[in-house]
T-cell receptor, first 114, second 117 residues
Framework: AQSVTQLGSHVSVSEGALVLLRCNYS??????LFWYVQYPNQGLQLLLK??????LVKGINGFEAEFKKSETSFHLTKPSAHMSDAAEYFC????????????FGKGTRLHILP | EPEVTQTPSHQVTQMGQEVILRCVPI?????FYWYRQILGQKVEFLVS????????KSEIFDDQFSVERPDGSNFTLKIRSTKLEDSAMYFC???????????????FGEGSRLTVL
């Protein structure tokens, strides 16, 4: 079975500072990994995903994540935080099985300090 | 850009009443899902649906829940007799079949907020 652990339910960074949101996964088979963002009162939007190939994945809004198999991690980073980045971020995992669901982590709320 | 649409955006109901939440997935997608998010908690998988039948369901998806694709475009979630603990945001999602099988990107709707009084 797959699972996702997100370290830190709340993370605060100053505007312009590095954003680092941590995600570790557990999967018995090679995973697909995702980061979704949820802005207040909105649905879930895909930021980026890793399936195969290059382990450093670039997404929208300047975010990127690196798949590290040895560490079973898929941390999300952004070099310089912007006020508009304030949102809830969910790491998610799936397997390569057809029509398999994705499993979400508990989410990390990112606060941007002026 | 194609999107998943959900109605209603917010529904308030009395405990014990039946509720139907509606979703229109992206037209060429083949896999459909319902997730829920209780306020302040994680997004939880409820059920997946493919080829007109349930593929997988979680322990949350008990006999009070059912899903249907009645007309080839809508995908509905029915809660037969709502309980207070069913209050949550319900997200519909759909995905296309990838060439190699497996789950690609799930496209989510904006959610239907259910409040059970």
């Amino acid at each position: 079975a797959q699972s996702v652990t997100q370290l830190g339910s709340h993370v605060s960074v100053s505007e312009g500072a590095l954003v680092l949101l941590r995600c570790n996964y557990s999967s018995s088979v090679p995973p697909y990994l995702f980061w979704y963002v949820q802005y207040p009162n909105q649905g879930l939007q895909l930021l980026l995903k890793y399936t195969t190939g290059a382990t450093l994945v670039k997404g929208i809004n300047g975010f990127e994540a690196e798949f590290k198999k040895s560490e079973t991690s898929f941390h999300l980073t952004k070099p310089s935080a912007h006020m508009s980045d304030a949102a809830e971020y969910f790491c998610a995992v799936s397997t390569m099985n057809r029509d398999d669901k994705i499993i979400f982590g508990k989410g990390t709320r990112l606060h941007i300090l002026p | 850009e194609p999107e998943v649409t959900q109605t209603p955006s917010h529904q308030v109901t009395q405990m014990g009443q039946e509720v139907i939440l509606r979703c229109v997935p992206i037209s060429n997608h083949l896999y459909f899902y319902w997730y829920r998010q209780i306020l302040g908690q994680k997004v939880e998988f409820l059920v997946s649906f493919y080829n007109n039948e349930i593929s997988e369901k979680s322990e949350i998806f008990d006999d009070q829940f059912s899903v249907e694709r009645p007309d080839g475009s809508n995908f509905t979630l029915k809660i037969r007799s709502t309980k207070l603990e069913d209050s949550a945001m319900y997200f519909c999602a759909s995905s296309a079949e990838t060439s190699g099988g497996g789950t690609g990107e799930l496209f989510f709707g904006e959610g239907s907020r259910l409040t059970v009084l």
